[in-house]
């Protein structure tokens, strides 16, 4: 298998432990968290390291003081969500020893594993680690097609890509949920997480999918936020404005790995990718999270705009007082629309980068540019700064 650095994520962790002993790397199952850690090992004069999925490990830390009072240096405890009791030692431990540092890995969100913000408050930094991006890989089809997971982009074929992707599925539906705590019936997550693949790129009705799996709302919105909290789905929140339009307050969901998604729609191949129904939608959220990602945007920060007059721009981030707004259209040739000249307006918007396949780069008027998803990640205009 071919490796790929992923050294960033280096300077980030060296960034995080200069600011607090514990930084934590969350980020969904096999995306790479664990063989970073390995390599940022490598990196320091003092290391050990936990696995809490190894039997013999997490038999040792049913006395975590017995393991760790005397080691000095970096430690690191991997999938750290097995036992969510270690965090009040770890607050114990760091603070009476300021030199030790630790690294956790976790796959599973603070909004599921809530005692890292209880507990650790003011000791512990986060790094969300994803799966790879374009950045890191730069085959943008395969990437589209197989997800950034590193072991399905990896893979000789798509068909061996395919068959890793199903299996990852029903491992995490098996044992991984039932790992974080979670009695939930497989077959019933397995159907409702299905049935998201036709909400995908649009606004999310609770009430409806509810209706169609015979359970109440209260019930899908627990299943959607144990998705999002380890790291399947991403919730993008409406944004508001004082305007006298009615506006759209539902969230839209998208699957952060289009591979995953392909699965779930039963897609292995490009060609049934590109002539699929869903291709539009798929293209639409691999899109949007290649540009969160590579403008490092927070959960928080990550919006969209609908009126019930159907006026909307799908992605607008919110940073530092500025706002960047992008529309995604899977076509060649994307024409001016009237949503497009009432955002501007209404959102007070310097301009709008239209999104596409490819390469393209070229106005459609002095405030809406054209750009292939590759060209802008590779240089990206800052004036449609608000």
Not at 178 to 186: I, K, R
Request: hydrophobic share 40%; charged share 20%; aromatic share 12%.
């Amino acid at each position: 298998m071919v490796y790929v650095a992923r050294d960033s994520y280096i300077d980030q962790i060296e960034s995080s432990f200069s600011i607090t002993p514990i930084c934590a790397i969350l980020g969904p199952r096999q995306c790479g968290k664990t063989t970073l850690a390995k390599q940022y090992k490598k990196l320091v004069p003092i290391a050990q390291m936990f696995d809490l999925e190894d039997p013999d490990d997490l038999q040792a830390f049913a006395n975590p003081k017995l393991v760790l009072e005397n080691l000095q240096g970096l430690i690191i405890i991997d999938e750290i969500q097995r036992i969510p009791d270690l965090f009040p030692y770890l607050r114990t431990l760091v603070d009476r020893r300021p030199m030790l540092k630790l690294l956790i890995l976790g796959s599973a969100g603070p909004q599921i594993i809530r005692q890292f913000s209880e507990t650790l408050a003011g000791r512990i930094t986060h790094i969300e680690m994803t799966p790879f991006s374009n950045l890191e890989v730069y085959n943008i089809d395969t990437l589209w097609l197989r997800g950034g997971f590193p072991k399905s982009y990896l893979a000789n074929t798509d068909n061996e890509s395919f068959r890793w992707r199903h299996a990852f599925i029903r491992t995490f539906l098996e044992k991984d949920i039932a790992s974080l705590g979670f009695n939930l019936n497989p077959q019933r997550l397995r159907r409702f997480w299905m049935m998201l693949c036709d909400y995908h790129a649009n606004i999310f009705n609770a009430s409806e999918l509810g209706r169609s799996l015979d359970i109440d709302k209260k019930t899908v919105i627990h299943y959607l936020d144990i998705l999002s909290g380890t790291f399947m789905i991403r919730q993008l929140q409406p944004w508001f404005v004082n305007i006298t339009k009615r506006q759209v307050k539902s969230y839209k969901i998208y699957f952060r790995d289009s591979g995953l998604f392909h699965s779930l729609i039963n897609i292995n191949h490009h060609t049934a990718l590109t002539t699929s129904s869903k291709a539009g939608n798929s293209w639409e959220g691999f899109a949007i999270e290649e540009i969160i990602r590579f403008h490092k945007a927070e959960p928080e920060d990550c919006f969209f705009w609908a009126t019930q007059s159907g006026a909307e721009i799908d992605l607008l981030i919110v940073q530092h007082s500025r706002k960047l707004a992008f529309e995604f259209k899977y076509t060649s040739s994307p024409k001016i629309t009237k949503s497009m000249l009432s955002a501007i307006e209404n959102l007070d918007l310097y301009s709008i980068i239209v999104i596409v396949p490819g390469t393209a780069d070229y106005p459609l008027s002095d405030s809406i540019l054209v750009k292939g998803l590759k060209t802008y990640l590779s240089n990206p205009q800052p004036t449609h700064l608000a």
